[in-house]
């Protein structure tokens, strides 16, 4: 039986330690909120304590990312289908904006604003297991993964996350048959001129 404010059969597709992880970060996004449901204005200042500036109008786009009822907030059934379906993403086109910061969140587990190796591993272990958790934590932290520096193995802050994880889809987007359509579309357009 699925738990109450989940979406039914959610629990197969969200590990039970991500899943409790996640109400942990949707309540605390929406802890000012009457109708518990995330506002623009719970993204502003949880983006101006990671340190980022964004305008109104890309705090809306973060929003409109994950709501689906086109209300300007993003409620419960929202939020966890937005986490569903960027953690399913193989293509690197779902807009992951949103998303990037409640993953950035869930891993910042003593809420210090910087996400540890060892905050993450716990997470990313849970989701892939330890072959391809080592090839994230290597791609989030580069050298840092390696050499064990700062404090809980080293730490990096929500930019230099954004930058690596914008990276990695990057690099996804490249790799599907979009994305290759596209380059060779490039390459037979320059030979052209």
């Known amino acids: 039986m699925a738990e109450p404010?989940?979406?039914?059969?959610?629990?197969?597709?969200?590990?039970?330690?991500e899943l409790r992880e996640l109400r942990r970060v949707f309540d605390y996004l929406c802890l000012y909120s009457e109708k518990k449901c995330i506002r623009s204005q719970d993204v502003t200042?949880?983006?101006?304590?990671?340190?980022?500036n964004m305008s109104k109008g890309d705090i809306n786009s973060l929003i409109w990312e994950a709501d689906e009822k086109l209300d300007g907030t993003i409620d419960w059934d929202e939020f966890t289908l937005n986490f569903q379906r960027n953690i399913h993403d193989k293509s690197g086109l779902e807009p992951a904006?949103?998303?990037?910061?409640?993953?950035?969140?869930?891993?910042?587990?003593?809420?210090?604003?910087?996400?540890?190796?060892?905050?993450?591993?716990?997470?990313?272990?849970?989701?892939?297991?330890?072959?391809?958790?080592?090839?994230k934590i290597g791609v989030l932290f580069g050298s840092?993964?390696?050499q064990e520096e700062?404090?809980?193995?080293?730490?990096?802050?929500?930019?230099?996350?954004?930058?690596?994880?914008?990276?990695?889809?990057?690099?996804?987007?490249?790799?599907?048959?979009?994305?290759?359509?596209?380059?060779?579309?490039?390459?037979?357009?320059?030979?052209?001129?």
């Open 97 to 135: 904006g949103f998303y990037n910061l409640v993953q950035f969140l869930i891993y910042d587990q003593n809420n210090n604003g910087f996400v540890s190796i060892d905050e993450t591993m716990k997470m990313l272990y849970a989701r892939y297991g330890r072959e391809t958790m080592e090839a």
């Open 5 to 17: 404010n989940t979406i039914p059969g959610e629990e197969s597709l969200i590990a039970p330690l």
């Open 150 to 193: 700062g404090k809980e193995g080293g730490e990096i802050a929500f930019a230099t996350y954004c930058d690596a994880v914008e990276q990695t889809q990057m690099k996804m987007f490249k790799a599907s048959e979009l994305g290759r359509s596209i380059e060779a579309k490039k390459k037979k357009d320059k030979l052209k001129k």
């Open 144 to 146: 840092a993964a390696q």
């Open 45 to 52: 200042a949880i983006l101006r304590r990671l340190g980022k």
